[in-house]
């Protein structure tokens, strides 16, 4: 004969679904953060400071670096400016020209050189350009 206890008794149970749920985020944001992490591919340069400056360059923009030598670069790939305005022709014909292009040149660069850079982005019918400068961080 079976004598019950007057505490009724507890069932203990592992609820899954919560655990899933957690799981399933952790996965998402580890997906959705891995595919930002691309590394942009571009030369470094010592841009100008500037209290507007932004830090965020995207890697998914054409990026076009000037040196003080006056040397002009697409990417990490050295050109000529001849061959630049070639390349942009090449890269956006027959494509949407909203797409961004970053021009970054350092301090020393002549403002000449600049603006010729400028100026063939401008005819490759590109409508979108920013300068990239240094965020000044004593705003």
Not at 61 to 73: C, D, K, P, T, Y
Not at 110 to 126: C, E, K, M, W, Y
Request: hydrophobic share 45%; aromatic share 6%; net charge positive.
């Amino acid at each position: 004969m079976r004598i019950g206890s007057p505490v009724p008794r507890r069932h203990s149970r592992i609820e899954i679904i919560p655990l899933i749920d957690v799981m399933f985020f952790l996965l998402a944001s580890f997906m959705m953060v891995s595919l930002n992490m691309e590394k942009l591919k571009a030369v470094k340069v010592d841009a100008p400071l500037a209290s507007t400056g932004d830090k965020d360059i995207k890697a998914d923009v054409f990026s076009i670096a000037l040196n003080r030598e006056g040397q002009v670069f697409i990417g990490e790939n050295g050109t000529t400016l001849p061959s630049l305005g070639l390349a942009l022709s090449n890269h956006f014909h027959g494509k949407a020209t909203n797409t961004p292009v970053y021009v970054s040149a350092d301090k020393g660069t002549s403002h000449g050189a600049v603006l010729t850079v400028l100026d063939l982005v401008r005819r490759a019918g590109i409508q979108r350009v920013s300068f990239a400068v240094t965020p000044d961080e004593t705003k």
